[in-house]
């Protein structure tokens, strides 16, 4: 677990308006909400939730997750796992291929320990390369039979990670088998893209597509008569198809936690449960000048992959537009003819665009209970896997 | 200073294939030819170089520079000047408006620690409220008089902060000089759009305009009768300028040291040295499917503000082309007829399109002598003012 320093501890306590700039700051209250809304969701549907701890890196968070049903996590890279795992958290699944010896031995040394405390180490796999070496890892450390679960992971639009669908995902499967440490766990079947498309009928055409992708290879694995323990997917944008299509046994949303700009740039579906903004950058005005004020809060405090912060609950007539002012500024213009500027010094609050690299950004998350505005600073998480990327 | 996991420092001495992906590596004689080339490059124009920290947020590599001749360093951030404080860095220009009060207090015990150690601390300001904030928490901190150095920034075309240039300046001279513990130190100009101009003409006709402000801003001060000890300014796209103007006492380049993507697709003046790519993102093939690879840099390990990263030193015939995969891929697909792609597990070396917002997703920088593919670790530099927002 990493650290909280004394300057940050001394937060605690203490009102939200003490916290200083830039920092991203959690509204406990609407996360709650956004997690129970998904416990309740998933239950409704009858599919696990295995929400993807790549948003926010954080033990302490993911172990909420869990108490409130989560099955487990998801992580993309096993130095995130580590940490997690360091942090108590026990039943892991690393959504993504590794292939290379030095981090498959760390997979292998890392099933072995969460089994031996209990706890459940999965992973992804596309090549037969991948399977030997994770076979391989697993030898070497002298893991026990089915010391780990393997995910075959199938393309289903993406055209990222993943073999194709049908008999390649069958021939990987064998393979898997063919290895005694390596227990065949199922399909890993997550289209990314799909999650980002603005209408919900896009949406819902797209999971149908991947529905079609995942069924047909689930019909060579009936005649290849293998057993598919699990297909899992899924994230914020896509869920409702997924958990409706009876062929989900997890769902993998990670964002729904803290909601992002882009998310919420989406049409709602209407059976999604309504998932709050929970996430902020806290910035101040730091210099005011000619028809523009600067924030203290850049693109090293926000991602922009997804675009631009929004700014948040400010009333029509001081409506700002935000301007990418590089690394450390943000660069205020009024939005319309009132020509309302914020003052110097004063606070605002960004909605990130993208929350899972925003919070990579940062090393603590501040959770504030009661109100960004009016509320006290509650308690400090540490991400954990922050900067986790091999 | 921050601390190197072992796993980390157990690297130096092996050779650089050993370096996990994905990885932040130097290569420390192309660095190293950056720093001598910037020295020669300020010596014969009689210019003092201040390079920015902000890139590398290193306290080791700032010393670095010291000793090639670096007359200090530039920092945005309170915490950034702290964490290189911290390292043993004694001469620091935070060239950023800092406004609130609990930083500002933080600003007065820096002064004052570094001045105790014979160093001196910098900063800028562009309005009345900050310079009267600054007074006062240097008071509270019963700082001696002049204990800091305090340069208005004057808005020479980037219309992010600075006030106007001409008389609104004057008059922040003359606050700053009614407050004891202040020392006014000069100006700063800096426009960092036109380090990016792609042009040559373009980057010199944009600092003609900047000279023109800063020229009328000198009569001002002439006028006034007050003046001016000096002023700066100066990345590395414009640099050459600004030397060459006999009006700039200090440079502030900070990208020469590593070399971008984006700084790399300026027109090359003649004037300006010429800097090599210094810095790499080592990336590893973990996954090839139907007509493309994908590897395991995402944007989580490159910053991709000012464009995607570029694929280093490939012959022709293995062209590719990187799309963006997200946050923890990349996908490549061939950029020509050849079809070429790289095999899984395969090496790549990514040149970042923005170094500084990439050296802040990382924790370390891995220094490699003797080049990226048959050299060995030498070094390893904690990025000390890494998250540094505050």
């Known amino acids: 677990m990493k650290s909280i320093p004394e300057s940050l501890r001394a937060l605690v306590g203490q009102a939200a308006r003490r916290i200083d700039t830039p920092a991203l700051v959690i509204d406990l209250d609407a996360m709650e909400r956004n997690i129970e809304r998904m416990a309740r969701f998933a239950q409704q549907h009858g599919v696990l939730w295995r929400p993807h701890a790549k948003l926010h890196k954080s033990a302490h968070i993911a172990l909420l997750l869990e108490q409130a049903g989560a099955c487990g996590h998801c992580v993309q890279k096993v130095a995130e796992a580590e940490a997690l795992a360091e942090g108590g958290v026990n039943n892991l699944f690393i959504s993504n291929e590794i292939v290379s010896p030095a981090k498959l031995e760390r997979v292998a040394r890392l099933a072995k320990a969460l089994h031996g405390r209990g706890g459940r180490l999965a992973i992804a796999v596309d090549s037969e390369q991948g399977i030997a070496r994770l076979a391989q890892a697993l030898q070497d450390v002298h893991a026990n039979r089915g010391a780990i679960d393997v995910l075959v992971e199938i393309n289903v639009g993406q055209n990222r990670c993943g073999v194709e669908p049908g008999t390649a ?165 009024p939005a319309n003819a009132s020509g309302w500027l914020p003052a110097l010094g004063e606070t605002l609050w960004l909605i990130p665009g993208h929350c899972d690299p925003t919070v990579n950004l940062h090393d603590h998350l501040i959770g504030v209970r009661g109100g960004r505005l009016k509320g006290v600073v509650e308690r400090i998480f540490t991400v954990d896997g922050r900067g986790a990327l091999t």
Chains 1, 2 share one sequence.
């Open 169 to 333: 995902a069958v021939e990987l499967a064998r393979a898997i088998q063919a290895q005694p440490r390596l227990h065949f766990a199922g399909l890993q079947a997550y289209h990314g893209g799909a999650q980002h498309l603005r209408k919900a009928s896009e949406r819902r055409e797209a999971i149908a597509q991947v529905l079609k992708l995942v069924n047909r290879t689930r019909h060579e694995f009936d005649v290849a008569g293998i057993a598919l323990p699990l297909i899992t997917g899924a994230g914020t944008g896509t869920m409702v198809n997924e958990a409706a299509s009876g062929v989900y046994g997890e769902i993998q949303p990670g964002s729904f936690l803290f909601m992002d700009a882009d998310y919420a740039a989406n049409e709602h579906d209407p059976a999604q449960p309504v998932f709050e903004h929970a996430l902020y950058v806290k910035t101040q005005v730091m210099s005011v000048g000619q028809g523009r004020a600067v924030c203290d809060a850049g693109h090293k405090a926000h991602a922009i992959d997804s675009g631009l912060p929004r700014l948040h609950a400010l009333p029509p007539e001081q409506a700002l537009r935000f301007e990418n002012g590089g690394d450390e500024h943000g660069v205020l213009h």
